[in-house]
C-alpha cells in the first residue's frame, strides 16, 4: 500500500541550514504537503507543492520535489530555536479529491544554540 | 479570527463509557476530518466529510462514530467498543477535498 517515510530525528546548530528528507509511494499524488507541530499543538501547514512541480521557496523554506525518485525535502535555512519542532511530510493519495492524506512518521527537528 | 476549535483539551474517559470530542471551524469549509495521533506516530484517518450529511470512513474507523448535521461542526465519538482509545485527536478542515487542510490544537483523551 501507500507509504511515506521519513527519518526520525536531525540535530542542527542554529544559524545551520536543515534538510528533513521523506519519500512516499504513490506516483499519482497531487500535492505534497509539509506540517509542523510544536508539543501539545496541532500541525501548522508550512508549505506544499503540486505534482507537477520541481522547486518551491517561500522565505526560509524551500521545497525540492524529485518524482522519478519520489524524494521530497524541506530546507530551512538560517535555522532557528522556534524551528524546534516535529515535521510532518504527508502527500494525497490516489487521484480522487477526498483529499485523504497519508503522513509520515515525523521528523523531530533539534537546534542548539 | 477565522480558525478550527476543537474541545476539550483534555479528556477522560472512564471503561464502557462514550465520549463525544467537539470540532467546529469558522472557515466556511466544506471538508472536515479526523485523525488520531500515537507517540512516535505519524497521523492516522479516522473519518472523514466533504459535504454536510455525508461522511465516510478513514484507515480507523472501528469504535468511532461521526456526524456532520452543520457544515461549521464535525463532532467524533469515541464508543466503548475502541478498545484503545487513549491518543491524541487532531480535528482539520479545508476548503474542498483538493485543498490543503488546516489542524485544530487537539483534545487529548485517556482512560482511567
Known amino acids: 500500500g501507500e507509504d511515506v517515510e521519513q527519518s526520525l530525528f536531525l540535530s542542527v546548530r542554529e544559524g545551520d541550514s536543515s534538510v528533513i528528507n521523506c519519500t512516499y509511494t504513490d506516483s499519482s499524488s497531487t500535492y505534497l504537503y509539509w506540517y509542523k507541530q510544536e508539543p501539545g499543538a496541532g500541525l501548522q501547514l508550512l508549505t506544499y507543492?503540486?505534482?507537477?512541480?520541481d522547486m518551491k521557496q517561500d522565505q526560509r523554506l524551500t521545497v525540492l520535489l524529485n518524482k522519478k525518485d519520489k524524494h521530497l525535502s524541506l530546507r530551512i535555512a538560517d535555522t532557528q530555536t522556534g524551528d524546534s519542532a516535529i515535521y510532518f511530510c504527508?502527500?494525497?493519495?490516489?487521484?480522487?479529491?477526498?483529499?485523504?492524506?497519508?503522513f509520515g512518521q515525523g521528523t523531530t527537528l533539534q537546534v542548539k544554540p | 479570527d477565522g480558525g478550527i476549535t476543537q474541545s476539550p483539551k483534555y479528556l477522560f474517559r472512564k471503561e464502557g463509557q462514550n465520549v463525544t470530542l467537539s470540532c467546529e471551524q469558522n472557515?466556511?469549509?466544506?471538508?472536515m476530518y479526523w485523525y488520531r495521533q500515537d507517540p512516535g506516530q505519524g497521523l492516522r484517518l479516522i473519518y472523514y466529510s466533504q459535504i454536510v450529511n455525508d461522511f465516510q470512513k478513514g484507515d480507523i474507523a472501528e469504535g468511532y462514530s461521526v456526524s456532520r448535521e452543520k457544515k461549521e461542526s464535525f463532532p467524533l465519538t469515541v464508543t466503548s467498543a475502541q478498545k484503545n482509545p487513549t491518543a491524541f485527536y487532531l480535528c482539520?478542515?479545508?476548503?474542498?477535498?483538493?485543498?490543503?487542510?488546516?489542524f485544530g490544537d487537539g483534545t487529548r483523551l485517556s482512560i482511567l
Open positions: 482539520a478542515s479545508s476548503m474542498t477535498g483538493n485543498q490543503p487542510q488546516h
Open positions: 507543492i503540486f505534482s507537477n512541480m
Open positions: 472557515l466556511n469549509h466544506d471538508a
Open positions: 504527508a502527500e494525497s493519495y490516489g487521484s480522487s479529491n477526498t483529499g485523504k492524506l497519508i
